[in-house]
């Protein structure tokens, strides 16, 4: 996590970069024992916590804060107990009292750990079904369904995983990709749509599924290779 300190204490700061040194998940980029010269820091820098002190001459932590278009996580530091509401309220992660133990810091750091980690968990894709014509039948795919897809003049012959026979339905390759989610599917050939996790390796121009089907790319499409390669 990248973070700062601001507190205009000297020796508090001096403690404060000690404590940080110890933990390898913690990058301290700069430390500020002006509180307008930390305000313009972090207007014009992203980072991830932010230590700061709340009794400070001309402006408070609290205001500091208050102030930001975007916060960070938060941690208060103080040697007054009155405060500790306030900094509740404006989401803080912690509220340490000076001085600051190795054992309370500590506890701190790893509430904001364990917040970061949750705040920037990967969301799972979630990817909306579509409705195809087939056998006289509508029929709903769910994308993440797809194998690949295989075009038959007028129609396409959509493989599904675990399925053994395809869906057939009038429809062409262009018409399907609109309907697939943009990310996740790639055509490679004028007659194949292939969904990009089932393709297990690529040879000679060739794709070879997870279930062992082979898939030519045509030269219009191999740029396909170097982005599969790349995810």
């Known amino acids: 996590m990248k973070c700062i300190a601001i507190d205009d204490e000297p020796l508090a700061l001096e403690l404060l970069k000690t404590y940080i040194s110890g933990y390898p ?10 509180a307008f ?23 408070s932590g609290i205001e500091l804060v208050t102030a930001l278009d975007k916060k960070p996580l938060i941690i208060f530091t103080t040697a007054y107990k009155k405060f500790a509401h306030q900094g509740f309220e404006l989401e803080a992660i912690d509220y ?10 500590q506890k701190a750091v ?4 364990q917040q970061y980690h949750f705040q920037n968990l990967e969301k799972p894709v979630v990817w909306e079904p579509f409705i195809v014509r087939s056998e006289y ?18 129609y396409i012959k959509i493989f599904l995983k675990g399925v053994t ?5 009038l429809m062409s390759l262009k018409i399907i990709l609109e309907k697939l989610p943009q ?15 089932q393709v297990k390796s690529i040879l000679n121009k060739k794709i070879r599924m997870i279930t062992g089907k082979e898939i030519p790319i045509s030269d219009s499409y191999l740029d396909f290779i170097d982005r599969w390669k790349s995810h």
């Open 25 to 34: 998940e913690l990058n301290l980029l700069q430390t500020f024992d002006d």
């Open 37 to 59: 010269e930390g305000a313009d820091y972090l207007k014009n820098n992203a980072i991830d916590l932010l230590f700061i002190d709340i009794n400070m001459p001309d402006i």
């Open 165 to 169: 026979h395809p869906v057939l339905t």
């Open 96 to 105: 340490l009292l000076k001085p600051i133990t190795p054992e309370r810091f």
């Open 183 to 197: 990310e996740g599917f790639s055509r490679v050939h004028r007659s194949f749509i292939v969904a990009d996790s």
């Open 110 to 113: 790893s509430r904001a750990t």
């Open 137 to 154: 039948k509508m029929i709903k795919i769910e994308p993440a369904q797809v194998e690949y897809i295989e075009a038959m003049q007028d």
